[in-house]
């Protein structure tokens, strides 16, 4: 009786159905743990979303009519992992929408107008906590050579290079913005001339490594020239940048690490 049990036509393709049922129900529960783990939707379309939804509501309503709890189980758990996607879709599409915004175009470090937006607030949560923050206005060498005997397109593609190495260097409350052709703008929270020394040899070795042809025997290096400015000297962001765009200029040539501090006023 168990044999006949097991092998009936029904039973079998009812324990197909609810394989079937659970494999679905599965790759959706695992694909909203992926969206939520790496707040990456940028292969998925909404647009798919909305109409496997529909098909969704569709086969649920089938269900009904022919009086089926698996495609009513089914498919009413798997609309409701699905309309969690595109949820997650929407708003994950939102966010890196935002965050696109305050991107500059080539670099993909954070641009100057939302730089110059929340550097102000934190230096203010630095000021309440007393805690010191510097910043380094950093100007590429060579990087006009570069322009001059190859392209645009090529320093371009050096800039980016430039400044995902020195975003890699630095820490989550720190922040980095493309400042003008050749110069990035660097803050740095909770840290001091010395901590803006150690930051600087960091990258000033990591940007040595980069190699650029400008032909089939010759090769362009560049070389970070560094001026900073820290709390000590100044507070508000305008006279961090004057007082690290000023230093520049001081830096002096024999330095191993090319970077100059302002001066107090």
Known sequence: MLENIM??????????????????????????????????????SSYMYIIYCLGLVCWFAYGVYIDSYILLFSNLITFLCSFVILVLILYYDAE???????????????????????????????????????????????????????NVKTANKALKQIGAIIEKDLRGSDMIAR??????????????????????GRITDNIKKIQFKISSKDKITFLPIM???????????????????????????????????????
């Open 7 to 44: 092998f009936d036509e029904d039973t079998i393709f009812t324990y197909i159905g609810y394989a079937a049922a659970l494999a679905t129900i599965l790759t959706s529960t695992l694909q909203i743990l992926k969206i939520i783990e790496t707040k990456n939707v940028s292969s998925l």
């Open 96 to 150: 890196d929408k935002i965050e696109r915004e305050r991107r500059d175009d080539i670099t993909t470090v954070y641009n100057m107008k939302y730089f110059q937006q929340a550097v102000p607030e934190k230096i203010a949560q630095a000021l309440v906590g007393k805690q010191n923050f510097s910043l380094i206005m950093l100007k590429i060498d060579n990087l006009a050579k570069l322009r001059s005997s190859t």
């Open 179 to 200: 400042y003008n052709e050749e110069k990035f703008v660097i803050f740095l929270s909770n840290s001091d001339e010395k901590g803006a020394k150690v930051v600087a």
């Open 227 to 265: 001026g900073a400015c820290s709390s000590k000297t100044a507070k508000a962001l305008s006279d961090l940048i004057r007082g690290a765009n000023k230093a520049i200029d001081e830096v002096s040539p024999k330095s191993k690490i090319k970077i100059q501090f302002c001066k107090n006023k």
